[in-house]
């Protein structure tokens, strides 16, 4: 399949949290199927900002799509996030990276956020 080959021959970083349940299932299915990523743990090596717009520029619900609503940083959050300039919510995420959904894997061009392997395989094989 083309886009398989292409898709083979990119970069694919995957940004993970070791104790993570979802991130520990995608990363047996990379495993388990042979692709080859760069591992990047969530918390330590996070997204910069300008990674961050790149992401978002991959999916198809902006912003909701990768940051996680539901996670009890969110919810302690002291900021409307409505009220901050996409370079401020950048910003924060990065430095604040337990905002974000995961796993993210991307290859440059296209992305998979949580554990989805109907997603993955349609990306990967």
Known sequence: MAVAERTRTQKITFFTYPSCTSCRKAKAWLMENGIE???R???KN???AEELMEIIKM???GLDE???TRSQRFKNLEVDINE???KELLEMLSE???LLKRP???DGEHLVVGYNSSAMKNLFT
Do not use: D, G, K, R
């Open 37 to 39: 990523y760069e591992e």
């Open 104 to 106: 993210i894997i991307t």
């Open 96 to 98: 604040e990276p337990q």
């Open 84 to 86: 901050m300039s996409v």
């Open 41 to 43: 743990h969530l918390f």
């Open 66 to 68: 990768i940051l996680s």
């Open 46 to 48: 996070p997204p910069t």
């Open 59 to 61: 999916t198809t619900n």
